[in-house]
């Protein structure tokens, strides 16, 4: 796994975002789905960022995936159920992502199966 370092993240453009996205250097695809996750007002292209990269090789990739579906629940109270949990199932397996899923489940629990 990639050695991850904290870096406070600010908004980006899209167009930042997806440059981000492409870079070959890990870090700054990770980066590029948080910001997106967080940030980007759009919850669909968000998650449809997070969809796309849980689709990859990388686990840390996939990690900031899972982590990137949580912040939009949380932040748009919204997510497209049933891709995510097509893509959870065929991943849960995979023992470094159980403590992610796990917590994108329980995020998923709190801000969407209990809305009022």
Not at 31 to 39: D, H, N, P, Q, Y
Request: negative net charge; aromatic residues 4%.
């Amino acid at each position: 796994m990639t050695e991850l370092i904290y870096e406070e993240l600010h908004p980006h453009s899209r167009d930042e975002i997806s440059m981000m996205l492409i870079s070959k250097d890990v870090n700054s695809r990770i980066k590029g789905i948080l910001v997106a996750s967080l940030f980007d007002p759009d919850s669909k292209w968000a998650t449809d960022v997070c969809i796309n990269a849980l689709k990859n090789d990388d686990l840390d990739i996939k990690i900031a995936a899972l982590t990137g579906l949580s912040h939009i629940v949380r932040i748009h109270g919204t997510l497209e159920l049933q891709a995510v949990t097509d893509l959870l199932r065929k991943m849960k397996t995979i023992s470094e992502l159980k403590g992610p899923i796990s917590d994108l489940m329980d995020d998923i629990d709190i801000f969407l199966q209990n809305r009022d």
